[in-house]
Nanobody, 126 residues
Framework: QVQLVESGGGLVQAGGSLRLSCAASERTFSRYMGWFRQAPGKEREFVAAISWSGGSTYYANSVKGRFTISRDNAKNIVYLQMNSLKPEDTAVYYC????????????????????WGQGTQVSVSS
């Protein structure tokens, strides 16, 4: 059983930055890791994902160039650096782990992630 705990959310003005962290209870170096988000009244959507080694990353078009996903396998932590934040980035952000090799579709299918964190709120004011 892998437990994931997100942190780092908060309230920030448009144009600002936040760094989210996802701490895993055990080694996740063999798993692809992803970040998803869900805004009020909307479906959960893919944000970013990273391969086992960190050598490959995948992003939703809406965040490409502004967000950066990274991981530290020695510490069992995955990060999401969010820059140039916009009000439309406001959502609960979730960290997730998948046992599948998902590079062929960019790791964007949330149904293929089997472990999820509890989420952290990110609010961006205009």
């Amino acid at each position: 059983q892998v437990q994931l705990v997100e942190s780092g959310g908060g309230l920030v003005q448009a144009g600002g930055s936040l760094r989210l962290s996802c701490a895993a209870s055990e080694r996740t170096f063999s798993r692809y890791m992803g970040w998803f988000r869900q805004a009020p009244g909307k479906e959960r959507e893919f944000v970013a994902a990273i391969s086992w080694s960190g050598g490959s990353t995948y992003y939703a078009n809406s965040v490409k160039g502004r967000f950066t996903i990274s991981r530290d396998n020695a510490k069992n932590i995955v990060y999401l650096q969010m820059n140039s934040l916009k009000p439309e980035d406001t959502a609960v952000y979730y960290c997730a782990a998948t046992p599948y090799y998902c590079a062929n579709y960019g790791c964007s299918r949330d149904r293929e992630y089997d472990y999820w964190g509890q989420g952290t709120q990110v609010s961006v004011s205009s």
